[in-house]
């Protein structure tokens, strides 16, 4: 038997019921109803203070909900406590002992558990295996990078063959560059074992790289549930839009009626709207930064959808210009490729913002 084979379970779900739970007269999660599929990489995401963390902690036994229940495997867990849950959390902090060798603190929960010595021995081995660390068995916390010690805490998790794996933001004490190995290395061993897991960020990047489908929650609320693509491209309402990345957003009202209708900015500009578009009463037009163009003032627009403007400043990203451009009195994001021996648009200077009517969304919360 492998050793993935050796510490896999079969793939259940995590289906969240009707959940309400306060902390006196802070009701921090409000009629949470989520479906995880077996297998899946699912994400929490949210800022500081939306609820993620509570609803993750909920799930592992730490807090009880007022109303609702929590199913894993279709079978009802909310009564149990954290130990009967069959559930293994990663904390922010990897929580590691830090007078224990990388070998005891992985064996620690089988330990409590009362597995016997040999077999303690045998999943040990296998799940240091797993993160790449066997070679550090008998080193101390102390003695590993922060990279290292993630690992320690997710190889600690895993030797107690959960059926569900939670990590609570166990990315959020490494610096940039690891931050991007270990995602990686979090996903390939998510995928290698085909444990159904939940990770709670405030990272969108993180979520985007790393997770089938994202829970968007703010205020206690789940806003939108879907794939990043999807939560990127359709968002259901202004928060998830200026939450997964950068959003334009452009306040108006509709002028005219018929193919003669328009969208009046404030500050004097008119965009022609198709006399096929549907815009929601009180809508904003909300587009993306690199679905827009941006030309010379004196240029046609070739069809698409011109706004003047004015460049306000300018950012230098590498492979592309952010350009932070004045149409009218509000300012937008426009993101071109950098292309080496180009002029650059000057800040002050006149041009135009062109965007093809496919990449527009219309939002009205």
């Known amino acids: 038997m492998n050793a993935i084979a050796a510490l896999t379970t079969p793939a259940v779900s995590v289906d969240i019921e009707g959940v309400n739970l306060s902390y006196g007269d802070n009701h921090v999660l409000k009629n949470v109803d989520l479906s995880i599929q077996p297998g899946e990489f699912f994400a929490f995401l949210g800022p500081s203070g939306c609820g993620k963390t509570t609803l993750l902690r909920l799930i592992a036994g730490f807090n009880q909900a007022d109303t609702g229940r929590v199913l894993i495997g279709g079978k009802d867990i909310s009564g149990l406590p954290p130990w009967k849950r069959d559930v293994g959390m990663v904390f922010q902090s990897y929580a590691l002992w830090p ?20 077999e303690v021995d045998r999943r040990v081995a296998v799940a240091l295996d797993l993160v790449g660390l066997g070679h550090l068995a008998g080193r101390r916390p102390s003695q590993l990078s922060g990279g290292q010690q993630q690992r320690v805490a997710v190889a600690r998790t895993v030797a107690v063959e959960p059926k569900v794996l939670l990590l609570d933001e166990p990315l959020s004490n490494l ?14 061993l998510q995928q290698r074992l085909g444990l159904t897991t939940i990770f709670v960020t405030h990272d969108q990047e993180e979520a985007n790289t ?37 959003a334009n957003i452009l306040d108006g009202r509709i002028v005219g009626t018929g193919g003669e209708r328009h969208f009046a900015i404030e500050g004097g500009i008119r965009l022609p709207l198709a006399a096929d578009a549907v815009v929601p009463a009180g809508a904003k037009l909300v587009f993306r930064p690199q679905h827009a163009a941006l030309t010379d003032a004196t240029e046609n627009a ?41 002029d650059l648009y000057e800040v002050g200077a006149e041009a135009t913002v062109t965007l093809s009517p496919h990449a527009l969304i219309w939002l009205s919360v």
């Not at 829970?215 to 939450?243: H, K, S, W």
């Not at 149409?327 to 180009?342: I, M, N």
């Open 302 to 342: 070739g069809g698409g959808l011109a706004l003047p403007c004015v460049v306000a400043h300018r950012e230098f990203l590498g492979a592309s210009v952010r350009y932070g451009v004045r149409v009218g009195t509000t300012e937008v994001a426009v993101d071109t490729p950098f292309l080496s021996g180009h």
């Open 210 to 246: 790393i997770c089938d489908r994202i829970a968007v929650m703010n205020d206690g609320v789940v806003q939108q549930v879907g794939t990043p693509m999807e939560l990127y491209e359709r968002p259901a309402n202004l928060f998830v839009a200026n939450f997964l990345g950068t």
């Open 99 to 118: 007078h224990m060798t990388v070998a005891r603190n992985v064996a620690f929960g089988l330990e409590e558990r009362g597995v016997g010595r040999a």
């Open 175 to 188: 610096d940039a560059k690891m931050r991007v190995q270990v995602r990686r290395e979090l996903r390939d």
